[in-house]
C-alpha cells in the first residue's frame, strides 16, 4: 500500500485541498457570496474546475486504458455542495479539458454522467444532513459510485480492472473525499461560528445597556426613597433635614445625569438611517452646549465644513454630546475647545481638540469601557454610548492625549454617496 502513496497522489490532495480553501477565503472575505447563491455557486464551481483540471493535467499516472487521478472529488464535492447546476458546469469543464488533453473517450463520459445524475439527486439531502451524516454519505456514495461506474465500464468496454485501479479509483477517492468534506465542514463551522459571535456581542451590548440603565437609577432612587422617609421623622433638626435634602438632590442629579448620557436609548422609537450633515448637527450640538462650556470659562472654536454621512441623527447628536461634553468638563479652569469637521478622500473626519487635563496611557486605554470614570460623580457610561453608537455607524474613534496639555479625538467615518 506503501507505494501507492506517492508524490502524484499527495499532488492531487493538495490542489483540491488549496482549492478549498481558496474557495473559502474568498467566500468569507464578501458578503456578497453569503447574501446570493447564485454567486456562491459560481465561486464553488470555479474553485473545484480547477482542481479537476489539474488533476488531469497531472494525474498519478498514465496508461494507454485510462488516466487515473482524483478529479472526481472536486467533481463529487461541487455537485453535492453546489447541486445540479454547479455538477452540469464541473460535467462540461471535465469533459471538455479531457478531450483538449488526452482526446475524447466515450466511457469517460457515461461514467462522469452516471456520477453527476447520482451526485445531483443526492445533493439537496446531503445538503441538509449534519456534519457526521455528511461524512459518512460522502465516503459511502463515492465508492458506490466508483464500484458502479467500474461496472459500467466493465459492461460497455470489457474494461481490464488492475490493482492500481482498484486503488486509485475505489479506494483513494473515498479517504480523500473524507478529508476534503470534513475540511469544507470545518471551515464553514468556523465561518458560521463567528458570525454568531458577533451577533451575540452586539446583543450583548444592548443588553448590558438595558441593564445599566435599570441598576444605574434604581440605586439613586433606593437612596432618595430612604431619606425622603427620614426626612417624616418629627423631630428632625433643621441642619440634618438640609443635609438630607441635598444628598437626595445630589442623587436626583446623578439619575438625570445617566438618564441623559443614554437620551437616545430612552427614546428607542427610531432605529431610522438617513443622509446627515455633519456641520449642521455638531452646530446643534455646541449649541446645546455652549451654556455649560460658557459657566467653565472655555472658548468654542468651530471649523465646520459641510459634509455627509449615513447614520441616525439621534445616536449622532448623543455620541458628540457625551464626547463634547467630556472635553469641557476636562477644562474645569477653562481653555479652548476646537471642533472641526472635514472631508478627507471617502471619509469625514471630525475632531474634538481639547486644552484640559488630558488622559495618561491606562486612562486612555479605558476609554470606552462601561464604569470607568475619574470624575467624582461620574457615570462612566457616556463614552461607552458614544463609542458604541460611532461603531453602529460604520466610525472608527482614535485618541491622541497628553496630560495637562489635552486631548484630541478623531472620529472618521464614511462619507455618504452623492
Ligand atoms: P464620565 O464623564 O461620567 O466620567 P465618561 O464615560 O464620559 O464618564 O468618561 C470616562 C472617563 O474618560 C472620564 O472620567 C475621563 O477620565 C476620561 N475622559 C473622557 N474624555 C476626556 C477628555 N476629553 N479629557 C480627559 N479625560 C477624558
Ligand atoms: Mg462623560
Redesign the pocket.
Known sequence: MGSYINQHVLNNLFYILVSVFVFYFIYDHGEIFKKQTSYRNTLLAICMGFPIILCMKFPIYIDERCIHDLRQIPFLVGTLYGGGIVGIILFLILLASRTLIYGFEYITAVVYTTMFIIAALVSPTFKALKRSSKLSMSVWLTLFLAVLTTFLAIIITQFQVTDSYIVYFILLPPIGMLFVVYTMETLKEAIIMRSKLVKVEKMEVVSQLAASISHEIRNPLTVVKGFIQLLKTPSLSQDAKDRYIQIALDEINRAE?IIN?YLTFAKPASNKVERLMVDDQLRKVIQMLAPMAHMHSVEIVEQLQPAAIVGNIQYFQQCFL??I???V??MPNGGTLTISSFLHGNHVIITIK?T????TTE?MNR?GEPY????EK???????VAVKMIQTMQGTLHIQ?EVNKG?T?TITFPKAAN
Not at 470607568?372 to 470624575?375: E, L, V
Open positions: 445625569a448620557e457625551n464626547l461634553k467630556n472635553s468638563e476636562a481639547d484640559g487635563v488630558g488622559m486612562q476609554f470607568f470614570s475619574t470624575k461620574g457615570t462612566g457610561l457616556g463614552t461607552m492625549s486631548t479625538l
